[in-house]
């Protein structure tokens, strides 16, 4: 069996800890420099040779940094004949970037795939893309874990006796049916359209959310602006309580303050993206232990799907 080899980027430290920890292995010692013009240099201090590396780093703020930070040490890694360079992806920013919805914008998505593909990566462990088809932008295996788990084992312990969960969108209602089956719930979904970055409308609600607890679960909360939206929406149409939950909490943008402020019970999140700010209503449950098996397995050559199956 070949060493396991893990490095984490800058991007969240506290979270690589975490992973290494549950897998009971060292972290790897990254020296990362600056130059005078503002080139990186990354150096991986651990010999790679014929070991099995993965690279943590989520795509979170700021991204081009962590990105640049991930594409250099995968570069690092193969160019040390590391026997195989996985990157594990928490949170993959550029999945929003999934289609030519524009004249003459580029489909971010795929490029940073296939950048991460150039610079060496051999297989992505990651969670929660934004749109299952974005799992297709890679010519690589992609491991693609969901939170839908841990998130359910958190609102299994509220009173779910009159609880409907309701997805932002129809794009998401999958994964909101996935999510209310796990917890025996009906779902709902919103019928979004975005405008813009700081811009969404959502003209209906496609079932019954009268008189009912409200869970919304999307797959991450930027600006705050689709949960906004869609509180105005539910409070119009007689909503009784409404908590809020995603993969995701990246809270652009003083998103969670403001939401925090709002008539909402919970925020519910995990920790894919490091969070500066805390509140009494923000629950940030940790994937770490989901990642760390996963990486197990893949190291192992054992099944992952059949872990994390919806
Ligand atoms: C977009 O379609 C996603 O599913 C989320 O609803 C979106 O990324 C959330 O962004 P924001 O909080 O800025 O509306």
């Given at each position: ?10 991007s969240?430290?506290e979270?690589?800890?975490?992973i ?7 972290q ?5 420099k600056r ?21 943590i780093?989520s ?6 940094e ?15 004949s ?6 594990v ?5 550029y999945?929003r970037?999934d289609k ?6 580029s489909?971010?998505?795929r490029l940073?795939a296939?950048l ?7 297989r992505?462990l990651?969670?929660n893309l934004?749109s299952?088809?974005v799992?297709g932008?890679?010519s ?13 084992g958190h ?9 409907v969960?309701v997805s932002?969108?129809l794009g998401?209602a999958?994964?909101?049916a996935?999510f209310a089956r ?12 975005r405008?813009?970055?700081?811009e969404?409308?959502?003209t209906?609600?496609i ?10 679960l ?6 705050g ?5 869609l509180l105005?929406?539910?409070r119009?149409?007689g ?10 909490g990246?809270?652009a943008?003083?998103?969670l303050?403001?939401l925090a402020?709002s008539d909402?019970?919970?925020?519910v999140c995990?920790?894919?993206a490091?969070?500066?700010a805390e509140?009494p209503?923000?629950t940030v449950?940790?994937v770490?232990?989901?990642?760390a098996?996963a990486i197990?397995?893949?190291?192992d050559?054992e099944s992952v799907?059949?872990?994390f199956?919806?």
């Open positions: 069996m070949r060493e396991i080899a893990v490095f984490g980027g800058s969240h430290p979270l690589t800890a975490e290494c920890a549950h897998l009971r292995v060292p790897r010692p990254v020296l990362l130059f005078a013009n503002d080139c990186l240099e990354v150096q991986l201090q651990s010999n790679c040779r014929e070991r099995d590396v993965f690279i780093q795509l979170v703020r700021p991204v081009q962590n990105l640049v930070e991930l594409l250099l040490m995968a570069d690092a890694a193969r160019g040390a590391a026997a195989r360079v996985n990157a992806i928490p949170h993959y920013a999945a970037s030519k919805d524009a004249p003459r914008i489909i971010g998505g940073v296939d991460l593909v150039t610079a060496g990566v051999d992505v990651t969670l934004h299952p088809q799992h932008f890679f690589v295996p992609v491991d693609h874990l969901h939170a839908l788990r841990e998130l359910a609102f299994r312990q509220r009173d779910l006796s009159n609880a969960v932002p969108d998401y999958k994964s909101a996935a796990r917890l025996g719930l009906p779902v709902a979904a919103g019928a979004k359209e405008v813009s970055d700081s969404v409308h959502i209906a609600i079932g019954d959310v009268a008189g009912h607890d409200v869970i919304i999307d797959d991450e909360i930027s600006r602006t689709t949960v906004f939206e105005d929406r539910l119009e149409q909503a009784r309580s409404i908590a809020v939950a995603c993969t995701h990246l809270f943008d003083n998103a303050d403001k402020a909402v019970t919970e925020i995990t920790n894919t490091p969070l500066e509140h209503k923000l449950l940790s770490a232990p989901a990642l098996e197990r397995r893949i190291h050559g799907s059949s872990l199956d919806h």
